[in-house]
Nanobody, 126 residues
Framework: QLQLVESGGGLVQPGGSLRLSCAAS????????IGWFRQAPGKEREGISC???????NYADSVKGRFTISRDNAKNTVYLQMNSLIPEDTAVYYC????????????????????WGQGTQVTVSS
């Protein structure tokens, strides 16, 4: 019953911005930790930003200062605002949810998340 759907990806020029959305259904978003991950061809999936059920956040060094994770509880949606995009940001972006006691923390290890969306492609190119 838990479902996550990503949207908002696309083609953007370097220096541009995108806002990704992660729409949740089947659970109350604010009781879960939500994470954003990305995977480029030939590379491991990496955690880029996570928010705990109590609002604490973590960011990967590669995106800190450029990306911002946020919640809209009325829409049961988590967003990833991506600014100052660079070609290295090109990847498929996924959101994921983690419940239970670990939802109180903003850890971004992929193995700690049980529910995943299908991903949305982000391409940064001139």
């Amino acid at each position: 019953q838990l479902q996550l759907v990503e949207s908002g990806g696309g083609l953007v020029q370097p220096g541009g911005s995108l806002r990704l959305s992660c729409a949740a259904s089947g659970f109350t978003l604010n009781t879960y930790a939500i994470g954003w991950f990305r995977q480029a061809p030939g590379k491991e999936r990496e955690g880029i930003s996570c928010v705990s059920s109590r609002g604490s956040t973590n960011y990967a060094d590669s995106v800190k200062g450029r990306f911002t994770i946020s919640r809209d509880n009325a829409k049961n949606t988590v967003y990833l605002q991506m600014n100052s995009l660079i070609p290295e940001d090109t990847a498929v972006y996924y959101c994921a949810a983690r419940g239970g006691l670990l939802a109180l923390q903003a850890m971004c290890a992929a193995n700690n998340f049980g529910s995943w969306g299908q991903g949305t492609q982000v391409t940064v190119s001139s």
